[in-house]
C-alpha cells in the first residue's frame, strides 16, 4: 500500500511539474509572439488599473491585498482584458489554479527563468549541508557591481551553483516574493541582478560557497530607485516618527550641515535636504535570510553584524532602511537611540502590522554588533521575552 501511495505521489509531482512547466513555455511564446515590445509586467499593471476601475474600494493598500482579493480573483477569471489576445486570459486562469494569483504565478515564471539559464530546471532532489550555528564559519564581503562578478555560489533554494546575480534574485523571489508575497519586487527584479550589494556565505564541503544572505546597497546617486523615496512609502498615511533629539543623534554621524543641528521639527524632507555628505549615504534593501526557521534566527543576526561592519568599510555613516520585523526594531531599540532611529511608521493594509522607515547610524550600531556575540543575543532575546518584549 505505501509502494503504491508512493508511486501514485511521485506521479502527481510529476505531472504537476510538466503542467507548470508548460505554463511557463506558454507564456514565453505569447511574450514572445504576441506581446514582443510588452512586458509581463505592462500586462500586469493594466490588470491592476482595470481592477481598481471596476473595484475602488481596493486602492490602498499592498499588491497582495489586491490580487489575492477573493473578489478580485473572481473578476479575473471572468473579465478577459480586450486589449489582449485570448491567450493571455488563459494564462491569467492558469495561474490562479496553479499558484493562486497571477502575480504569485508572475514569480514562479521569474523562477523558472533563472533555473532555465542555468540549466538547473531538473536538478534532483538534494540534502544540502544546513549551515552551522557558528559564526566563525561565515564571511561576508561587498561587491560593488555585482553583474561582473564571475564566480558562482549555491543557495540553500537550489542545488546547482548560479551566477551571483542569479543567485541574489533566486533568493529575492524565494524569500520576498513566493514566501512573504511582497510582489512589489517583481516590478524591480533587476536591481538583483546587478549593483552593490552585500553577501553572506559559508564555505563548506561543497565546491561552491553557500550564499545565505544578501542586502542590496544604494548609493545616493542612486536615489531615484530608493523605496524610501517612493510614492508609496512617502504618501500621507505614513506618520512621523521623529522626536527633537533625533537630530542631535542624526547630527552626531558627521553627514549633515551645521544648518541642520539648529532645526527644532524634524521630518524626513528636513533631513534628505541638510545631508552634506552625500557620498556617506545609502539605503538598505532587500535584507534577505535563507533556511529552517532555527537558522534564520541565528543569521538575521549574524547578517546585520557583517552589514554593519561592511558599510562601515565603505565609508557609509547612514544608512535609510524599512524595517517590518520585531525582532530587528526590538534589537535596535536594545541598543539605543544613538545606533537606531524610526522616522515614520505606516500600516499599510489597516490589519494591525506596522512598516518602519528609519536609520541605522552606521558607526554606533557597528559598535554594538561587534560587541556582541549570538550567545549574548539569545540571552538578550530571553531577557526581553521576559519581561513581555515582542520577540519571537
Known amino acids: 500500500m505505501d509502494v503504491t501511495l508512493s508511486a501514485y505521489s511521485q506521479q502527481t509531482n510529476q505531472w504537476s511539474f510538466q ?21 509581463f509586467a505592462d500586462l500586469v499593471n493594466l490588470r491592476r488599473k482595470k481592477i481598481i476601475y471596476s473595484h475602488p474600494n481596493l486602492t490602498s493598500g499592498d499588491l497582495a491585498s489586491i490580487f489575492e482579493s477573493p473578489q478580485v480573483i473572481q473578476y479575473i477569471l471572468s473579465t478577459p482584458m480586450t486589449e489582449c489576445a485570448t491567450d493571455w486570459h488563459y494564462i491569467e486562469i492558469s495561474a490562479i489554479e496553479l499558484f493562486g494569483n497571477i502575480l504569485a504565478g508572475w514569480a514562479e515564471y521569474e523562477r523558472f527563468l533563472i533555473l532555465q539559464r542555468n540549466q538547473a530546471l531538473h536538478s534532483d532532489d538534494f540534502d544540502l549541508e544546513v549551515p552551522p550555528l557558528n559564526e566563525n564559519k561565515y564571511y561576508s564581503e561587498y561587491v560593488d557591481n555585482i553583474e561582473r562578478d564571475t564566480r558562482k555560489f549555491l543557495t540553500l533554494h537550489c542545488n546547482t551553483p548560479l551566477t551571483l546575480p542569479d543567485a541574489i534574485s533566486l533568493i529575492n523571489i524565494e524569500i520576498f516574493v513566493i514566501e512573504q508575497r511582497w510582489y512589489e519586487i517583481l516590478f524591480t527584479l533587476n536591481l538583483s541582478q546587478r549593483g552593490s550589494h552585500v553577501l553572506l556565505f559559508y564555505r563548506g564541503s ?6 545565505v544572505s544578501t542586502a542590496l546597497i544604494q548609493h545616493w546617486y542612486e536615489r531615484e530607485n530608493w523605496l524610501s523615496f517612493d510614492p508609496f512609502f512617502t504618501n500621507s498615511g505614513w506618520k512621523n516618527c521623529l522626536m527633537e533629539d533625533s537630530g542631535k543623534y542624526l547630527y552626531q554621524t558627521g553627514v549633515f550641515n551645521k544648518k541642520f543641528f539648529d532645526t527644532n521639527v524634524y521630518n524626513e524632507y528636513i533631513i534628505e535636504s541638510n545631508i552634506s555628505d552625500t557620498h556617506a549615504v545609502c539605503e538598505i534593501l532587500r535584507l534577505t535570510v535563507s533556511g529552517p526557521s532555527r537558522l534564520r534566527f541565528f543569521l538575521i543576526f549574524l547578517c546585520q553584524k557583517h552589514l554593519a561592519k561592511q558599510l562601515i568599510a565603505i565609508g557609509k555613516k547612514l544608512s535609510y532602511t524599512i524595517i517590518e520585523l520585531p525582532i530587528m526594531l526590538d534589537l ?21 502590522i506596522k512598516t518602519y522607515k528609519g536609520f541605522w547610524l552606521n558607526k554606533e550600531i557597528n559598535n ?18 521576559a519581561r513581555g518584549g515582542s520577540f519571537e
Do not use: A, M, W
Not at 561543497?206 to 550564499?211: A, D, F, K, V
Not at 535596535?332 to 489597516?350: T, V, W
Open 206 to 211: 561543497t565546491c561552491s560557497p553557500i550564499l
Open 332 to 352: 535596535y531599540d536594545s541598543f539605543g537611540k544613538n545606533c537606531y532611529l524610526n522616522s515614520s511608521s505606516c500600516d499599510i493594509n489597516n490589519n494591525g
Open 368 to 385: 554594538k554588533f561587534q560587541n556582541c556575540s549570538y550567545k549574548k543575543y539569545r540571552l538578550l532575546v530571553k531577557h526581553r521575552k
Open 19 to 39: 503542467k507548470k512547466i508548460f505554463f511557463f513555455q506558454t507564456i514565453q511564446q505569447v511574450l514572445l509572439k504576441e506581446f514582443p515590445s510588452t512586458s
